[in-house]
């Protein structure tokens, strides 16, 4: 199973960017898919969340400004960042809950994409 992230880069506040992920691989089915960031020197921060059945929950610091989707025919979960801010900046990694065809229920992480937000 492999999970990969596109779609950083560099934006000035009051941007746009999306990031995708596609989860490719012996995957029998995809349960939460997350969104997770890590500035530098800081923790690993939980962003944004989507559940198989679509309910979604979001950081105090993205609502209303992120937007977390997926598309379970492709495998693939998006955010959508919108009026971005310095504070944004840093590498965001997906993550996702599957389940293999081997019934294995297992946790993949992305390769992680820079985000950078500066004037």
């Known amino acids: 199973v492999q999970l990969q992230a596109s779609g950083g880069g560099s934006v000035q506040p009051g941007g746009s960017l999306r990031l995708s992920c596609a989860a490719s691989g012996s995957i029998s089915s995809i349960n939460t898919m997350r969104w997770f960031r890590q500035a530098p020197g800081k923790q690993r921060e939980l962003v944004a969340s989507?559940?198989?059945?679509?309910?979604?929950n979001y950081a105090d610091s993205v609502k209303g400004r992120f937007t977390i989707s997926r598309d379970n025919a492709k495998k693939m979960v998006y955010l959508q960042m919108d009026s971005l801010k310095p504070e944004d900046t840093a590498v965001y990694y997906c993550?996702?809950?599957?389940?293999?065809?081997?019934?294995?229920?297992?946790?993949?992480w992305g390769q992680g994409t820079q985000v950078t937000v500066s004037s």
């Open positions: 989507v559940t198989s059945g679509g309910a979604t």
């Open positions: 993550n996702v809950d599957l389940i293999t065809h081997w019934g294995l229920d297992l946790v993949y």
